[in-house]
């Protein structure tokens, strides 16, 4: 009798199906005295059958098999909410608002990712992957942290056409570091693509260089170093393990004036000059004592000598004399250290 019974249900079903659909045939089947039933909508060939649940309020969920190959299933209002292995608190919503189709959770619940191959998870606004991230366009308007937990050096790699690469890298131990597989870097910084830094390393030799008609300049609270034409400029002292090279002018240099050099005890070449009268001093520094190399007689060693430049030790630095006359112009190159 159940069997007889099912058989009529099912069979008032299925006209109610071909009448709900319209066209083609509903095809049903029946296996074991307590088994399931199999529906089967088929329009024969040329629409696409669908399905449909509506409600009170005319709203439906349609499920449609499309002829083109893909199915749809058209919820008319509301979410799509999917509340799988029985749990009706925690589970996955699908809806569009404003053209923008949105996968969500409804819950207390986060949404987990996964693949034979890794998991991705999203937890409190927050992005962790088992895997490496691939970013292949778009616009970015937020924070992107990677973070690899402990142990290891989180990498951010970008790939062009040519599978070259840029790779932004924080080290555990405790520096960080660019590194790009083939060409310069290149920083433009203030958007002047014109004129900029290049990165390079040529031979095992890390270069800083300009591109574009420009000089570069380094910059410090205390001064600034120009490198300008192959020529290097610094309104400060350039100092090194075996090297100071100092440099001094005064251009409206008076009789009986003095010149501080700036040198301390000091070990190296002192080369002076006046411009005006065309002469040379050379002189040999070793600690606080000077000794002349050159014979110009118009330069001395002597403090006080009249007629002459006289270059000497004065307490604490060395000093330049004019005993010649006014208006002179005097420069001097310390080479040592």
């Not at 000089?215 to 192959?230: E, K």
Request: with cysteine.
């Amino acid at each position: 009798m159940k069997r007889i019974r099912a058989l009529k249900i099912l069979t008032v079903f299925s006209v109610l199906a071909a009448l709900f659909v319209g066209v083609g045939a509903v095809n049903t089947a029946y296996w074991g005295p307590f088994g399931a039933w199999n529906l089967d909508i088929d329009d024969g060939s040329g629409d696409s059958p669908w399905l449909g649940v509506t409600d009170g309020d005319d709203a439906y969920l349609r499920i449609q098999k499309l002829d083109a190959g893909a199915a749809t299933l058209t919820q008319s209002e509301g979410a799509l909410n999917l509340l799988l292995a029985g749990d009706s608190d925690d589970y996955l919503t699908i809806t569009t608002t404003t053209n923008v189709p949105t996968i969500g959770t409804s819950g207390s619940c986060n949404l987990t990712i996964t693949s034979s191959g890794g998991t991705i998870d999203f937890d409190d606004e927050n992005l962790t992957t088992t895997g490496t991230f691939t970013y292949a366009g778009g616009e970015s308007t937020a924070g992107l942290d990677l973070d690899d937990g402990v142990g290891d050096s989180p990498a951010l790699t970008f790939t062009d056409a040519d599978d070259e690469t840029l790779t932004v890298t924080k080290l555990d131990s405790g520096g960080s570091s660019l590194a790009d597989s083939d060409g310069a870097i290149l920083v433009q910084p203030s958007n002047d693509t014109d004129d900029y830094i290049s990165l390079t390393t040529t031979g095992d030799v890390p270069i800083i260089g300009t591109v574009g008609s420009c000089n570069l300049q380094l910059t410090a609270s205390s001064g600034t170093i120009s490198m300008d034409d192959d020529n290097l400029t610094t309104t400060g002292t350039i100092t090194g393990a075996k090297l100071l090279g100092s440099t001094g002018a005064d251009a409206d240099f008076d009789d009986t004036e003095e010149l501080n050099t700036g040198l301390g005890a000091s070990y190296g070449i002192l080369i002076c000059r006046d411009t005006v009268g065309g002469t040379v001093g050379i002189y040999r520094l070793e600690n606080q004592s000077i000794v002349a190399l050159s014979l110009n007689a118009a330069w001395t060693v002597t403090d006080d000598n009249e007629g002459t430049f006289n270059v000497y030790w004065d307490t604490d630095h060395f000093e330049i004399e004019n005993q010649v006359a006014d208006n002179k112009n005097v420069s001097f190159l310390f080479i040592g250290f």
